[in-house]
C-alpha cells in the first residue's frame, strides 16, 4: 500500500519532528548536533526553506520551517537526513539508518500557534530537565531568538518579527512569553 501523501503548502509554517531509530540516539558528540546544523544551514535556503526555531535533543529534532514551494520541506529533510547520516556512518564506521522513518509534519497555521510552537520547540531541553533555562541549552535556536543574537541559519518568521518594532525588543517581548511557558509549565 502507498504511503498517504504529506500535506504541505508554500508558505505555510510546518512543525518537523524527526526521531532516531528505536528512539536511539542520532547525536554522540558536540561535532554531530555542529554538522548537523551546518548541513540545515547550508541546504535551507538552497531548497527554498527558512528555519524559525529548532532544537536537537539526543535522540531526535523539532524544526519549525516555512517552505517557500510546497516539495521544500520533503526535498531538505531527505537531503539533510540522508547528508548527516552518511557522514555519521563514516564518522563512527556503522551502516544502516538512524532515523525512525518518516519526519513527523504539523502544518502551524495561526499566529498563536506560531510562537506557541517556537515556545514549545525551544522549552524542550527544560521539559526533559536537562537545564533549567533554554538560555542554558546550547544545541537550540533560544540563544538567538530571546537575545537577539544573529543567525546564518534562523529567518524569524512574520509572527515573531511583530513582537516589537526592533531585534532588542522582539527578544525582550519573546524571552517573556517563554517565561511565561515555563511558569505555566
Known amino acids: 500500500m502507498p504511503r498517504r501523501a504529506r500535506l504541505a503548502l508554500a508558505g505555510v509554517s510546518t512543525h518537523l519532528v524527526q526521531r532516531g531509530i528505536d528512539r536511539g540516539a542520532c547525536f554522540f558528540r558536540d561535532d554531530?548536533?555542529?554538522h548537523y546544523l551546518a548541513l540545515l544551514a547550508e541546504l535551507a535556503p538552497a531548497l527554498g526553506c527558512a528555519v524559525h526555531?529548532?532544537?536537537l535533543m539526543g535522540n531526535h529534532v523539532h524544526l519549525l520551517v516555512t517552505p517557500s514551494r510546497a516539495e521544500?520541506?520533503?526535498r531538505l529533510m531527505r537531503h539533510l537526513n540522508q547528508r548527516y547520516v552518511q557522514a555519521i556512518n563514516r564518522a563512527y564506521r556503522r551502516s544502516g539508518t538512524m532515523w525512525e522513518g518518516r519526519f513527523r509534519s504539523c502544518l502551524v497555521d495561526t499566529e498563536a500557534y506560531v510562537l506557541a510552537c517556537y515556545r514549545y520547540i525551544?522549552?524542550?531541553p527544560v521539559r526533559a530537565?536537562?537545564?533549567r533555562d533554554p538560555l542554558d541549552y546550547p544545541w537550540s535556536s533560544h540563544r538567538m531568538n530571546?537575545?537577539?543574537l544573529p543567525s546564518s541559519l534562523l529567518t524569524p518568521h512574520?509572527?515573531?518579527r511583530a513582537l516589537a518594532p526592533d531585534a532588542r525588543g522582539r527578544a525582550?517581548?519573546?524571552r517573556e512569553l517563554v517565561l511565561q511557558g515555563m511558569a505555566e509549565d
Open 32 to 34: 554531530d548536533r555542529l
Open 53 to 55: 526555531a529548532y532544537v
Open 72 to 74: 521544500s520541506l520533503s
Open 122 to 124: 525551544e522549552l524542550n
Open 129 to 131: 530537565s536537562m537545564v
Open 146 to 148: 530571546a537575545s537577539a
Open 158 to 160: 512574520e509572527v515573531f
Open 172 to 174: 525582550e517581548a519573546y
